[in-house]
């Protein structure tokens, strides 16, 4: 399903790959309307072809997008089969564990104490605010978790989220 350079969804227009999953594609591609670079993360044949699996993808989108979070990667829209959610720059918490993050963290060395405290903090952050609007993230691992430069973390991929009830807790 891979889509080329220029391909054009709604008015996201895709510029390269940056990976995939189970859940789809990602790629960077450009908000034609707001003029900035975006993820756009887009479903596969299989999810798309599906009425009820749709509609569910869609209402999650929805309240995805409710959540407004500084370590939580921001839901921008939906547009057909695709989530455009904001670019992250940085390397994901699996590259920096693994040691590929640089010579600054050998890969015998994992995460000091001083750099380890600060990303969980902002983890833990993430997810009560997502907690607090009764959704479950039920993927979190290093490669859902990306640190910028400047430390700022951020919590992706959302995807396989639920909402749950709050009395249900």
Not at 119 to 148: F, S, Y
Not at 151 to 167: M, R
């Amino acid at each position: 399903m891979s889509l080329t350079h220029g391909t054009k969804i709604g008015i996201y227009q895709i510029v390269s790959k940056l990976g995939e999953g189970g859940m789809g594609e990602v790629y960077v591609a450009r908000d034609t309307k707001l003029d900035r670079d975006v993820a756009l993360k887009v479903l596969p044949e299989l999810f798309t072809s599906d009425p009820d699996r749709m509609a569910r993808f869609e209402r999650e989108a929805k309240v995805l997008a409710s959540l407004n979070h500084p370590n939580i990667a921001q839901v921008y829209g939906f547009e057909g089969n695709a989530i455009a959610m904001e670019l992250v720059d940085g390397q994901t918490l699996e590259e920096i564990i693994s040691g590929s993050s640089g010579p600054e963290v050998p890969k015998s060395a994992g995460l000091a104490l001083d750099r380890t405290l600060p990303i969980m903090r902002q983890i833990a952050t993430a997810l009560e605010a997502a907690h607090d609007q009764g959704i479950i993230h039920r993927d979190l691992k290093p490669a859902n978790v990306k640190v910028r430069e400047d430390g700022t973390v951020k919590v992706l991929d959302f995807g396989l989220a639920k909402a749950f009830a709050a009395d249900a807790e």
